[in-house]
């Protein structure tokens, strides 16, 4: 599997060469798709005949010489993103039905570069999940071991990558589920601040954590599309009007002198070969010149917890508009308005669902509002005051991405609790909106674990220098599913 992995740079240098071409390359990730997604179930909808329409016309562009960078690169959207046209599910019975009457901005900025969308990935049900077992599809598996997870809630972008099915897939981080899934699959995944990316026509879990972001192989495919999809956008009113810098121009620069912030209680009952990864990736960036300074996040054990408040509590808001009315599923059978609202919400939410929203309307009651909703986002202000401390002193902070490996599909999914433990290192940085990216930085029992980097807000550019120099130092993110790469 996945012999043949192309990043979307080398896709690049091969076409703007004339040494491959956009019909080429898709009919190439078709293919692969059709030959080995049965066993990964990476892909909800593949797009077969639009895709190679596209592709075709992105050759013309580029006889014409009207091309972009990127034009006629493959690519996949998470099953999140709008398409106009095209089914858009969120991995949902609610949403099988739905087709889009638009695309996203993602989707459009995407579009716009000439990029080739194949299809739409696979995801836990409206992105609830770490483990891509929630989805109303099926489970993902991960190409490295398809008995055990690729993470969630981008599993299917993450296994596609990885996979060698496409060269990049979008995805969506509101607790991890871009920088969790990479991590696992053992790929590059990058989540930028909150704000950075619009978020128009990306179906909303919650709204004050949710960011897209990148599944790619290398840093420097992060960062050319990232350039693509940054930027302001009057349609979303939570995206910031900071000017975007050139993430290439600084891709490369010199981290020497420049300091690595690890936190302490990162490696409090972490699994001994995951910290022994972590610790010989910080060696490589001592030998890049950079320091090494221990901080401390001393609230850390808290972000958990506040985490699986505010996001039920925003879930249980977003998803009311499910009622079988206007669109999505509606069940057959009712008396009555009130019995159709509860069989088509019964009929159409998974469990884990059901299980959020409940949480989310209990901690937004009149009774309980103040116990934990309010005091939720106190802490959460103090979790950022904590992330902020940091960065007064350091250019980024470094730790695992990940407590272990990836977990065995069937493992965690009657354990809640444990499940969501598994977001401990990547909750924060949402809590705080800042940027942040996973990176390939070894192998545990023949299983990919990553180095998570994390920025301050908007410095996109930092998270994906360093991001970029590591991997210009070391081989793991060319190491593939079944040894090839």
Known sequence: ??????????????????????????????????????ALNAFITVTGDAALAAADAADAARAAGKAGPLTGVPIAQKDIFCTAGIKTTCGSRMLDNFVSPYDAAVVERLNAAGMVC?????????????????SYFGPVRNPWDPARSPGGSSGGSAAAVAAGLVPMATGTDTGGSVRQPAALCGI????????????????????????????????????LITQLMAGFDERDSTCSEAPVPDYMATLADSVAGKKIGVPTEYFDGLDDDVAAATHAALDVYRELGAEIVDVHLPNLSLAVPTYYVVAP????????????????????????????????????????????????????????????????????????????????????????TTPTPAFGLGEKVDDPVQMYLND???????????????????????LPVGLQLIGSLFDEASVLNFAHLYQQQTDWHTRAPGGAG
Request: one cysteine or more.
């Open 188 to 223: 590059t995944g990058f989540k930028p601040s909150y704000g950075r990316v619009s978020r128009y026509g990306m179906i909303a879990f919650a709204s004050s954590l949710d960011q897209a972001g990148v599944l790619a192989l290398t840093a420097e495919d992060c960062a």
């Open 118 to 134: 194949v299809g739409k990935t696979n995801m836990d049900e409206f992105a609830m999940g770490s483990s891509n077992e929630t």
């Open 1 to 38: 599997m996945a012999d043949q992995r192309l990043t979307i740079a080398e896709m690049a240098r091969l076409l703007a060469a004339g040494e491959t071409s956009s019909r080429s390359l898709t009919e190439a990730a078709l293919g692969s798709i059709s030959t080995q997604d049965g």
């Open 424 to 446: 401990i290192y990547t909750v924060s940085a949402n809590l705080a909106g800042l940027p942040g990216i996973s990176v390939p930085c070894g192998l545990v029992d023949g």
């Open 313 to 400: 509590a925003e879930a249980s808001s977003n998803l009311s508009r499910y009622d079988g009315i206007r669109f999505g599923y509606r069940a057959e059978n009712a008396d009555d308005i009130e019995s159709h609202y509860k069989n088509t919400r019964s009929e159409g939410f998974g469990d884990e669902v059901k299980r959020r929203i409940m949480t989310g309307t209990y901690v937004l009651s009149a009774g309980y509002y103040d116990a934990y909703y309010l005091k939720a986002q106190k802490v959460r202000q103090l979790i950022s005051n904590d992330m902020a401390k940091c960065f007064a002193e350091v250019d980024v902070i470094a730790g695992p």
